[in-house]
């Protein structure tokens, strides 16, 4: 399953986006998702992931309560629910799947597709 992340775009501090991670090929119901971020120089950072089924969810401290993912398998897609955007969210996105249900390593991702840029400006 080949993983691509869209829906970036421009928005204002404040605003919200709403991004998609689409699955190409079968098997996409069988792992969970997750979400990542990468500005230039940095390593790709945890943003959120989703377990295979969809009922649990988990975040990194700096979104939590402003992020939301959902899933629906039905058509091979997850969602990243932004809010309450701020200029350090500015980022490409990214998704990944993972075997481990929980898992917050980028290495423990594969399947990564083209990013998304997100861009928050003040």
């Known amino acids: 399953v080949q993983l691509q992340a869209s829906g970036g775009g421009l928005v204002q501090a404040g605003g919200s986006l709403r991004l998609s991670c689409t699955g190409s090929?079968?098997?996409?119901?069988?792992?969970?998702i997750g979400w990542f971020r990468q500005t230039p120089g940095k390593e790709r950072e945890f943003v959120g992931g989703?377990?295979?089924?969809?009922?649990?969810?988990y975040y990194a401290d700096s979104v939590k309560g402003r992020f939301t993912i959902s899933r629906d398998n039905s058509k091979n897609t997850a969602w990243l629910q932004m809010n309450d955007l701020r200029p350090e969210d500015t980022a490409v996105y990214y998704c990944?799947?993972?075997?481990?249900?929980?898992?917050?390593?980028?290495?423990?991702?594969?399947?990564w597709g083209q990013g998304t840029q997100v861009t928050v400006s003040s």
């Open positions: 990944g799947r993972t075997r481990f249900p929980g898992a917050t390593n980028a290495g423990d991702f594969n399947s």
């Open positions: 989703v377990t295979y089924t969809g009922q649990t969810t």
């Open positions: 090929g079968r098997g996409f119901s069988s792992d969970a």
